[in-house]
């Protein structure tokens, strides 16, 4: 069903008052935004394990099946790097063993530069390393051993134009930006970003279709005199 504003949500930004609370609603808790370290606490504090190892789309899909169901669901462990040593320790290369992937800066820098000599026509797509990220997660649990050029072509596969992905479960920011500039004529990544920091202090549901409606009943309300509608 498509949110629509009610007349409160017109008229002004509404800043999130409501804090997590074993008694809300998974309503309440889909239209806060909350960081990682607030899910962490709280999915601690209700009792589910391993809290601060999991991913925040982990955290935010087991506290909302606590909130619906009063059931603490577990989410399956990841298994731990066979190294200690992270790999960009050793110099990223093309044929170098995935064992202790990091998100860092020269890792992104790496898959980037890779992808784009491999594909020319390779450009940064919104969602491409989230998916990445799981993709190498489930190959690596399923046993089977991958290289960062393995890496490289999977990236830039998710990131060529003309493929359309499915939407990503709990990933708000990723689908809103992607939803963002499928909408948006010549939008830029600033504009959807401002947008995206917009949405996230209002009490209404962290989508694209949310955010547009409350734009629209408030421009409408700014044109609203005494009088009703100026002309």
Same mark, same amino acid.
């Given at each position: 069903?498509?949110?629509?504003?009610?007349?409160?949500?017109?008229?002004?930004?509404?800043?999130?008052?409501?804090?997590?609370?074993?008694?809300?609603?998974?309503?309440?808790?889909?239209?806060?935004?909350?960081?990682?370290?607030?899910?962490?606490?709280?999915?601690?504090?209700?009792?589910?394990?391993?809290?601060?190892?999991?991913?925040?789309?982990?955290?935010?899909?087991?506290?909302?099946?606590?909130?619906?169901?009063g059931r603490i669901v577990s989410p399956?462990?990841?298994?731990?790097?066979?190294?200690?040593?992270?790999?960009?320790?050793?110099?990223?290369?093309?044929?170098?063993?995935?064992?202790?992937?990091? @998100?860092?800066?020269?890792?992104?820098?790496?898959?980037? /530069?890779? =992808? %784009?000599?491999? $594909?020319? &026509?390779?450009?940064? +797509?919104?969602?491409?390393?989230?998916?990445?990220?799981?993709w190498r997660e489930e190959q690596l649990?399923?046993?089977?051993?991958?290289?960062?050029?393995?890496?490289?072509?999977?990236?830039?596969?998710?990131?060529?134009?003309?493929?359309?992905?499915?939407?990503?479960?709990?990933?708000?920011?990723?689908?809103?930006?992607?939803?963002?500039?499928?909408?948006?004529?010549?939008?830029?990544?600033?504009?959807?970003?401002?947008?995206? @920091?917009?949405?996230?202090?209002?009490?209404?549901?962290? /989508?694209? =279709? %949310?955010?547009? $409606?409350? &734009?629209?009943?408030? +421009?409408?309300?700014?044109?609203?005199?005494?009088?009703?509608?100026?002309?």
């Open positions: 069903m498509e949110w629509r504003p009610n007349r409160t949500d017109t008229k002004r930004l509404m800043p999130r008052k409501t804090a997590l609370s074993k008694s809300m609603t998974t309503a309440q808790f889909d239209r806060g935004y909350w960081y990682a370290t607030e899910l962490a606490q709280f999915a601690a504090q209700i009792g589910i394990p391993r809290s601060t190892r999991l991913r925040k789309d982990e955290l935010e899909a087991a506290i909302r099946t606590f909130l619906a169901t399956p462990g990841r298994p731990r790097p066979a190294s200690k040593r992270r790999d960009v320790e050793k110099g990223l290369s093309l044929d170098l063993p995935v064992v202790n992937y990091v @998100n860092d800066r020269e890792t992104k820098r790496f898959l980037v /530069t890779e =992808a %784009a000599k491999l $594909a020319p &026509e390779f450009k940064e +797509r919104s969602g491409a390393r989230y998916r990445l990220n799981r649990a399923n046993g089977r051993r991958l290289t960062y050029g393995d890496l490289v072509r999977r990236y830039a596969e998710l990131s060529l134009g003309g493929q359309r992905h499915d939407r990503i479960p709990h990933a708000r920011y990723i689908n809103f930006i992607a939803d963002y500039f499928a909408n948006e004529e010549d939008a830029a990544m600033a504009d959807a970003t401002r947008a995206w @920091n917009r949405l996230k202090a209002l009490d209404i549901p962290k /989508t694209y =279709a %949310a955010w547009r $409606a409350h &734009e629209a009943a408030s +421009r409408a309300g700014n044109n609203a005199g005494p009088e009703g509608p100026r002309a």
